[in-house]
């Protein structure tokens, strides 16, 4: 990717806010960093993956999961510590080149989380980063425990963009996703996973009873029938899930130029219902199928910048300068 002069920095970050370049200082209050209180680029600037999925749980799960898969390995007595635990929104982990972030529910907090972590790229002077979405969804016409890569995200009315009231007016952006990436993710599911692995488009919706043509919420007030109307008009659309994030996390990756891919785990298919029935055990595993497609991805990335041969390790290694100790943990509590 071309590199885009910034002032005295150049980032990939494309249509980057010039204000931002001007500021000597600044607060990435929900992640509880800053530009002035941080030496971001010490911190971050071996980061080439960014994973973000729902829940703090999930992305800690998730960080322990990529530190055995990469060979990561703390230096002893370190603990994997939460890096934004003082801003009491999201939780953040570091693993050698790989962030476990976790965005909450919904599009307007992924796409707070999404300026952050761009911004955050920015000053820690990340080149090329790959952002993820490892998530759950419901599948239409899909079972519980299959994966679904999104192609491209669409809105509640099957628009292909997100549209955002900026000053008074509305913000068309597409909710467009990397193909090549998204194709090299499904590459790597194998016939003896026990998914099937789907690509389509997403809704995403900005609720998860009405607004996903529930009849279990609050309020219903539209038969079954019409459920099952208008699922069957998205589903000959080629719309194969549902979720809460895709489109502006789709749109806010496709705007800053970063390749971005979502993988959700489907956690029931909506022909059949709208309750989770699974038990939690059983949703506990399905949420790792993403996870285990994504590691798997990022593996084989280290290993081919590492050379053939030679495993993630090395590199893994000599990218890893900074360890989350007890000591940067007091860091960011100082930042609050
Ligand atoms: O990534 P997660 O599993 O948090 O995303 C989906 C979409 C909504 O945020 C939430 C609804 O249950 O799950
Ligand atoms: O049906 C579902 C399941 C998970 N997440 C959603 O948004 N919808």
Redesign the pocket.
């Known amino acids: 990717m071309e590199l885009v002069s910034c002032g005295d920095e150049e980032t990939t970050i494309t249509r980057l806010n010039p204000h931002v370049r001007e500021m000597t200082s600044d607060i990435l209050y929900h992640l509880a960093l800053g530009s002035g209180s941080h030496d971001l680029h010490a911190m971050f600037g071996d980061v080439k993956f960014v994973c973000m999925g729902g829940t703090p749980r999930r992305m800690e799960q998730f960080a322990h999961f990529i530190m055995k898969e990469i060979g990561y390995q703390l230096p002893t007595g370190a603990q994997l510590l939460d890096i934004s635990l003082h801003s009491y929104r999201y939780s953040m982990f570091k693993v050698g080149p790989v962030l476990s972030v976790s965005h909450g529910m919904g599009m307007p907090s992924v796409g707070i989380l999404l300026h952050e972590m761009i911004k955050l790229m920015y000053h820690a002077r990340v080149k090329n980063p790959t952002f993820f979405r490892l998530?759950?969804?419901?599948g239409i016409g899909i079972d519980g425990g299959n994966l679904v890569i999104t192609e491209s995200a669409v809105d509640g009315l099957m628009n292909p963009y997100l549209e955002q009231a900026i000053l008074g007016e509305i913000q068309k952006r597409p909710g467009l996703l990397d193909p090549e990436l998204a194709a090299e993710l499904k590459a790597l599911s194998t016939p003896e996973d026990p998914w099937q692995i789907y690509s389509g488009k997403t809704m995403c919706?900005t609720d998860?009873y009405e607004g996903?043509g529930?009849l279990d919420g609050a309020f219903c007030d539209y038969t079954e029938e019409d459920k099952f109307d208008f699922l069957r008009k998205i589903h000959a659309e080629g719309i194969i899930n549902?979720?809460?994030e895709s489109l502006m996390f789709a749109a806010l990756c496709h705007h800053a130029g970063i390749r971005g891919a979502v993988i959700?785990v489907?956690?029931?298919n909506?022909m059949k219902g709208?309750q989770?029935t699974a038990e939690k055990s059983q949703q506990m595993e399905w949420q790792e199928y993403p996870q285990r497609l994504v590691a798997r991805y990022i593996r084989q990335q280290l290993e081919a910048a590492d050379g053939v041969g030679s495993g993630a390790g090395g590199l893994i290694r000599s990218l890893s300068q900074l360890h989350l100790t007890r000591q940067t943990s007091e860091q960011f509590a100082s930042s609050e």
Request: aromatic content about 6%.
């Open positions: 998530g759950t969804c419901g919706t998860f996903q529930r549902m979720e809460m959700c489907t956690l029931l909506r709208d989770v």
